[in-house]
């Protein structure tokens, strides 16, 4: 028998089976006991150390292929670079920085190759039509005076104009434009609605003539007009008598006609209009048509970013010219919807490459800022 001392010393003992220090086995365990980390740093036998080394710089695309390596893998990709291309100011894509040593004629600088083209550009007295996709699609009017274009914005274009039916059409007065922007063609990069992409074609280019007086013509019907001219003893022929004579052989006369119609003083109530005929074109060849300014600018009027108020002008047709038609096809047809510089349509002028445009060294300064602005609006 046990003692009641053999007991209390028993009692004193660990049980294995209630306090055994052996772990139990995860199999028979439903929740096994977690796992600690070990720290890697106090092992006995620790794993390498990475030692950082000195990366060599990206490669770009070009010396990355030189280098036989897959351009994909630097830093410097391909879509990086468009991205950067993406960045820079829309004049610094538009504008052409290189130098083209090329032989000038003429006044201007245009090259030997495009006065020989069109020789109205070595006279003082040219016009330029260009076709413009933006924002609204237009055709912009550019006449020569005083080293730059006077530009008016006509979204119909010259032709197709009738007394029957349209008689008069809008035209508002633009900024002024470089000359050396007269022979620019190409895409802008831009898309509009429907899919439209933006850009200028070339249309036309040929010598303009003025060929009113200044003083006679402003707010006055055809009758009043005829009166005074056969009052003052002087001829009633009409557009014909300030046709070029060979004693003004490189325009300065028409060039001072147009100045002095553009910035006359007008009078109180009267309109201020300019006559003309645009000549020596591809399509316009003899195409006679009058600005008119109304004497009250509409309140309407819209104004540029630099504050400048554009004018609205109408274009409407002197006496004895009841229509201007399309013909051949018509406005988007095979003859008037080609460039007279390279014989595309609009369409592939807009879808093809974009155009560059070269600033001659004295346009550097008057039109530094002048692409940014109107670009967009004309």
């Known amino acids: 028998m046990w003692t009641l001392h053999q007991l209390s010393q028993r009692r004193g003992e660990k049980s294995p089976l209630v306090l055994s220090s052996s772990p139990r086995s995860e199999a028979s365990s439903p929740h096994p006991p977690k796992r600690r980390k070990t720290d890697q740093t106090s092992s006995p036998n620790p794993i390498l150390k990475w030692e950082e080394t000195p990366r060599p710089p990206p490669l770009s695309s070009t010396s990355a292929i030189e280098a036989g390596n897959d351009i994909t893998s630097t830093e410097t990709s391909t879509d990086d670079l468009v991205k950067d291309q993406l960045k820079k100011p829309v004049f610094e894509k ?191 060849t003899n195409h006679h048509y009058i600005l008119i300014l109304a004497a009250a600018q509409s309140k309407a009027s819209t104004f540029d970013s630099t504050g400048r108020m554009k004018k609205t002008w109408f274009v409407s047709m002197p006496r004895g010219v009841d229509s201007r038609p399309w013909d051949k096809g018509g406005e988007d047809g095979d003859f008037y919807n080609r460039s007279v510089k390279s014989g595309r349509t609009l369409k592939e002028v807009c879808e093809g490459h974009r155009g560059g445009l070269v600033l001659w060294g004295d346009e550097k300064e008057r039109f530094g800022k002048w692409f940014g602005r109107d670009q967009e609006t004309e």
């Not at 109205?120 to 699609?137: D, E, G, P």
């Not at 922007?181 to 990069?189: A, L, N, V």
């Not at 003083?215 to 014909?240: L, M, N, W």
């Not at 004693?247 to 553009?262: M, N, T, V």
């Open 94 to 284: 538009f504008f052409d920085s290189s130098d083209k040593d090329e032989e000038k004629l003429g006044p201007w600088g245009f090259s030997k190759e495009e006065v020989t083209r069109w020789p109205a550009l070595k006279k003082r007295n040219f016009w330029c039509i260009q076709r413009h996709s933006a924002t609204a699609m237009h055709y912009d009017l550019r006449m020569q005076l005083d080293s730059a274009t006077v530009s008016w914005a006509i979204p119909k274009g010259l032709l197709g104009i009738s007394r029957s039916g349209e008689a008069n059409r809008l035209a508002v007065e633009t900024s002024l434009h470089p000359i050396s922007y007269t022979t620019y063609e190409g895409s802008d990069g831009r898309t509009f609605s429907l899919g439209r992409n933006g850009g200028t074609l070339l249309w036309d280019i040929g010598e303009y003539i003025i060929t009113h007086p200044t003083a006679e013509q402003d707010s006055d019907t055809d009758d009043e007009a005829t009166y005074r001219r056969k009052k003052r003893g002087r001829p009633v022929g009409g557009e014909e008598e300030e046709e070029a004579s060979p004693d003004d052989p490189d325009g300065r006369h028409q060039e001072d006609q147009f100045r002095q119609a553009l910035h006359r003083n007008v009078g109180y109530g009267k309109s201020r209009s300019i006559h003309f005929i645009l000549k020596g074109g591809e399509k316009m």
